[in-house]
């Protein structure tokens, strides 16, 4: 599979570079680096007192979420599978103190509540980089980048989001897909999520990028 850099004019399509706040992100990579672990599989903590704390953490919020509330955590591990696509009704903002992949599609690409994973891209991100990934943008946990190494990247996201999940009656097919506050949710056939009951939204090739990583 082809991956492509965050700074390749494709990335416009589904997220951007965040410049500037270059002593906020040193310092948010060396908090993920010493307070949050790495584990074999993958796993998501939504709200990160190590990151919640930083005094950077304020700085972003103000700049990126104009002052809304904002919570700050992690998703950190081994993987290189799709399995499964999510949106938000908000953009979300991530940095590495790693490097990682980004598997990527366009929340307009979806057809009957299904989507092709042709039509997904791989973005490559370098360690200290922080980009915001457009609420158009569907994407899910990050990839390693290299074969022998894991992840540790910052997610950042509207206060509440990813937390519980609303209970009302369900009108649509959208609805059907919630899966928690501010996240919509396509899983592949393959993927954990579906055998748990997400909806199947996700057709072709699960895709696996282990064999593109030096």
């Known amino acids: 599979?082809?991956?492509?850099?965050?700074?390749?004019?494709?990335?416009?399509?589904?997220?951007?570079?965040?410049?500037?706040?270059?002593?906020?992100?040193?310092?948010?990579?060396?908090?993920?680096?010493?307070?949050t672990p790495i584990p074999e599989g993958t796993d998501y903590v939504a709200e990160e007192p190590a990151l919640q704390s930083l005094d950077a953490a304020t700085s972003i919020t103000n700049s990126l979420f104009g002052g809304s509330p904002m919570q700050f955590g992690w998703c950190n591990g081994h993987n290189t599978k799709l399995n499964c696509l999510e949106y938000h009704r908000s953009s979300e903002i991530n940095l590495g103190s790693t490097d990682?992949?980004?598997?990527?599609?366009?929340?307009?690409?979806?057809?009957?509540?299904?989507?092709?994973?042709?039509?997904?891209?791989?973005?490559?991100?370098?360690?200290?980089?922080?980009?915001e990934v457009y609420a158009t943008a569907l994407h899910y946990a990050p990839c390693q980048a290299h074969k022998d190494s894991g992840f540790q990247v910052l997610v950042g996201l509207p206060k509440g989001t990813n937390v519980g999940k609303p209970e009302f009656e369900a009108r649509n097919q959208e609805d059907r897909m919630l899966t928690a506050t501010n996240k919509w949710l396509l899983?592949?056939?393959?993927?954990?999520e579906a055998k748990d009951g997400a909806?199947?939204?996700?057709?072709?090739k699960n895709i696996d990028i282990a064999e593109d990583l030096a």
């Open 1 to 35: 599979m082809k991956i492509y850099n965050v700074t390749d004019p494709e990335f416009t399509n589904y997220g951007r570079i965040i410049e500037g706040y270059e002593e906020e992100k040193k310092a948010i990579a060396e908090a993920l680096k010493t307070s």
């Open 100 to 131: 990682f992949i980004l598997l990527l599609a366009k929340r307009e690409e979806i057809v009957d509540y299904k989507l092709d994973s042709s039509k997904v891209k791989a973005f490559f991100c370098p360690a200290g980089t922080m980009i």
């Open 187 to 192: 899983a592949h056939a393959e993927a954990n």
């Open 199 to 204: 909806w199947v939204g996700i057709t072709g």
